[in-house]
């Protein structure tokens, strides 16, 4: 029997941070995003302005298998791609292992939320935890959707997003006692950061 191929889809996760304070990167990082979605193999993606008191940029782009992705990142035209953009990068492969329905496409959300995990123990908890945090969420009014990728370099390392239709929205379901009891018990198998997110267009 075939076995299935784990990797048929995978998400690169970039981070972006001004070299300089005050450094404009949003023309160089919309650029940037262009060029990404006009490749073969390119299946959806986004480019988030982290908010205070978090700084920087994250870019999320889902390919149709590594192939695909080899194809891109090896090309020619990638690395001056990737320099025009004046701003160290940190490069994350990752494999979904919780991706819940979507009312509203990731790169249409108004408002997110990324949660970096780097787990101490236990995995299976954590991703437990974490579908229990998301389950706060599902029912709230202006969900949006959510995803949980995990490295396929580092097996501790977790990007959690969570999406919303608003601003507004997102706050108030943050702020449930529910969601802030299911956020606390991710703290017990790994170390958490939060950061809140908009689109960049």
């Not at 090896?74 to 994350?92: G, Y």
């Not at 919780?98 to 990324?114: K, N, S, Y």
Request: hydrophobic letters at 40%.
């Amino acid at each position: 029997m075939p076995q299935r191929n784990t990797l048929s889809r995978v998400t690169v996760v970039q981070r972006f941070a001004p070299a300089r304070p005050g450094e404009a990167l949003e023309p160089a990082l919309r650029a940037y995003a262009r060029y990404r979605e006009g490749l073969r193999g390119y299946d959806s993606g986004v480019t988030l302005r982290l908010l205070e008191p978090t700084s920087g940029y994250v870019r999320l782009d889902l390919w149709h298998g590594m192939d695909a992705l080899l194809r891109a990142t090896h090309d020619d035209s990638f690395l001056p791609h990737l320099a025009a953009v004046p701003s160290p990068t940190d490069h994350e492969l990752a494999v979904s292992v919780g991706r819940m329905p979507a009312t509203v496409p990731l790169a249409e959300a108004a408002h997110l939320i990324l949660v970096r995990a780097v787990v101490d123990s236990e995995p299976a908890r954590f991703e437990m935890d974490f579908g229990a945090l998301v389950g706060q969420c599902v029912t709230a009014e202006g969900y949006g959707g959510s995803d949980l990728l995990r490295s396929v370099v580092d097996p501790r390392a977790y990007t959690g997003i969570l999406w919303w239709h608003t601003r507004p929205h997102c706050v108030r379901a943050l702020s449930t006692p529910g969601y802030l009891d299911r956020r606390t018990k991710l703290t017990t198998t790994a170390t958490i950061t939060e950061s809140q997110a908009t689109r960049l267009d």
